[in-house]
């Protein structure tokens, strides 16, 4: 009994399937007849298809005298689109994003700490809204325009096949905070529309930082037997003359860029092991790391001449190169870090600024 009735159930649904089926197909069938007794064959089927602005391509296609139109009749139009996953006009249509950004142009002596503050925003949300700011050849300079965000977080470039849930993932937000952020035009079900841009509330930009070699990788390198452990005094002397600041340390630059002419002499900040002493890809150009061996590093780049060797040993304020303007630069000028375990420090800290 509840088998037959399962089964009077399956094929009745299925009867009606087929019912509905032929019923469809009749009533397409008339309306393309009806249309072509009007005008041409071509015309009837694309109006059946699509009722896009691919129309007058297709009627100017059927007009066009050079074109025989006798076999096209009844086939429908293949075109390049024809099978692309377009977005069907009838089907879901996300809003895009409608952000209104106010834009700030930097003026003389402007820092990125200072602009932050005049917006009541985080640094971190200047590179949040201009990732090109942590490019070492686009310093802060004057008349730069920036765009500045309304609120802290980032831009995202919204790239084919992301979800809202890898983006919240990807910069440890929730997918709410997101939503939450009205401009961004996000609605169930909250697909991202590629090409635009969505702002990532409370999301930081990671700006990439290069390791040098350890110490320890360095000196086995070197023969000769035991090297003495060479540590630095902990105190620090300027590596070059000139204190002309361009950039100075914030998180989009953790570094201080000082201006000085092609060529000026360069110093060991302190006493320390070379670690590095050559082209860094990375955007540092003549790049020269010392390890002073008591847990601070320091970085000299952009360098147009090198003095030194990878496990030499160099005392402070002993000559090591020339400055120059390679790698990511914008003119001539050094560019100097200090790493004390490995992470960036503020230079001024240790040399008075
Ligand atoms: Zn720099």
Redesign the pocket.
């Known amino acids: 009994m509840t088998y037959k009735w399962w089964t009077m159930q399956r094929h009745g649904g299925q009867l009606i399937l087929i019912v509905l089926t032929l019923v469809l197909m009749g009533v397409m069938r008339s309306l393309i007849v009806d249309v072509a007794d009007g005008s041409d064959g071509e015309t009837a089927v694309s109006t059946n298809t699509n009722e896009t602005a691919d129309n007058d391509e297709a009627d100017s296609l059927a007009n066009d005298p050079s074109e025989p139109s006798t076999h096209t009749e009844e086939l429908p139009v293949i075109k390049d689109t024809s099978f692309s996953p377009a977005l069907n006009p009838y089907t879901f249509q996300p809003k895009l994003p409608e952000h209104s950004f106010q834009t700030y142009t930097v003026q003389r002596g402007d820092t990125p700490n200072k602009i932050a503050e005049r917006f009541g925003i985080q640094p971190e949300t200047l590179l949040g809204g201009n990732p090109f700011l942590s490019e070492?050849s686009n310093l802060l300079q004057s008349n730069a325009e920036l765009i500045i965000l309304p609120v802290d977080g980032l831009l995202h470039d919204v790239a084919p096949g992301d979800t809202l849930e890898e983006v919240a993932a990807q910069y440890g937000v929730s997918e709410e905070e997101i939503i939450a952020y009205v401009p961004n035009n996000l609605e169930f079900p909250f697909r991202l529309q590629p090409e635009t841009q969505i702002l990532v509330p409370g999301a930081v930009r990671e700006v990439f930082v290069w390791e040098p070699p350890a110490l320890a990788t360095v000196n086995s390198n070197t023969s000769g037997g035991i090297r003495p452990v060479v540590q630095g005094t902990g105190t620090f002397v300027w590596p070059i003359v000139s204190r002309v600041f361009t950039?100075f340390f914030w998180y989009g630059?953790r570094?201080?860029?000082v201006a000085a002419p092609e060529g000026a002499a360069t110093v060991a900040s302190d006493t320390g092991t070379v670690t590095f002493a050559g082209w860094n890809v990375y955007g540092y150009g003549n790049l020269i790391v010392v390890n002073h061996g008591n847990g601070f590093e320091t970085f000299y780049?952009h360098l147009s001449g090198i003095n030194v060797i990878p496990g030499q040993v160099v005392i402070q304020g002993q000559y090591i190169g020339a400055t120059g303007n390679t790698g990511n630069s914008s003119g001539p000028h050094i560019?100097f870090e200090v790493r004390w375990n490995r992470n960036q420090d503020d230079p001024c800290f240790y040399i008075s600024c």
């Open positions: 070492e950039q630059h570094a201080i860029d780049a560019h």
